[in-house]
């Protein structure tokens, strides 16, 4: 199984990313080289798909540490086709954005926050630990916090307040549920949760749930948990809308699942 494959939807629009401020001069260069990162993100998408279909599960640790230790990414067929779908749609998106004159030639920063926040839902979908599901959906966020307040109009300043407060609300209670999983278990490794959380009494296992469910519904934009979203969609520019609503929070739907 060619498991050299499963980082590269992070590493390539990380990468790109970087290239696009080196470039920040050159909108040309700048879209040139944010729509070739994602094209090829999307091109590894589908192989890692293919490959999970063949031959299961893919896994990689990286730097040759094995977990519990080391930094784990798994594609099943699930993540694989979340991955091709967000990738795709995040092309998509880019190229609609490139076409519309607003946001993306008026702001140096668009395509380089826009390949973090791409880098970011890919880390999300192949993590093999919930410590690195919490860094993945923090990239993700960050970026969104810039591409939500592009243009800096009062409205967006103070709805893009409410999602960050929100969100870090979340993201706090996020890391206090992961410090307890560890001391609970000693892992935060998802295959090794697996095994462990059944040993934990039915009490525990239900207070994870409940602060894991909250803090994803949060992200995912849930019933009741909702109230940051009426504020934040209209007034994200229009491809920062496309993304917040086809994608970001499905990213929470992703991991509630």
Do not use: C
């Amino acid at each position: 199984m060619n498991s050299e494959l499963v980082p590269l939807p992070i590493v390539i629009p990380l990468f790109a990313a970087a290239l696009t401020i080196i470039f920040g001069r050159f909108l040309i260069a700048q879209r040139v080289i944010a729509l070739s990162a994602l094209s090829a993100t999307v091109g590894v998408s589908v192989a890692l798909l293919i490959e999970a279909d063949e031959h299961g599960v893919v896994k990689m640790d990286a730097g040759g540490w094995a977990a519990p230790l080391g930094i784990t990414y798994v594609v099943d067929r699930l993540s694989a086709i979340m991955l091709v779908t967000s990738s795709l749609m995040l092309l998509i998106v880019l190229i609609y954005a490139i076409g519309q004159h607003g946001v993306e030639d008026h702001h140096v920063g668009f395509e380089p926050i826009y390949l973090v926040l791409a880098a970011g839902v890919s880390a999300s979908f192949i993590t093999g630990d919930m410590f690195n599901l919490f860094v993945a959906f923090e990239m993700m966020l960050a970026a969104s916090y810039v591409l939500l307040t592009l243009g800096g109009r009062a409205d967006q300043v103070r709805s893009g307040m409410t999602y960050v407060v929100i969100s870090l609300v979340a993201s706090a209670l996020f890391i206090t549920a992961l410090a307890l999983l560890y001391a609970s278990t000693g892992t935060v490794n998802m295959a090794d949760l697996a095994e462990r959380i059944p040993e934990l009494s039915p009490n525990v296992r239900t207070g994870f749930s409940l602060m894991l469910i909250l803090v994803f519904g949060i992200k995912a934009g849930l019933f009741p948990l909702f109230f940051w979203l009426p504020d934040s969609y209209p007034t994200a520019p229009g491809p920062v809308t496309a993304i917040f609503a086809g994608l970001l929070t499905k990213v929470g739907v992703y991991a509630i699942i």
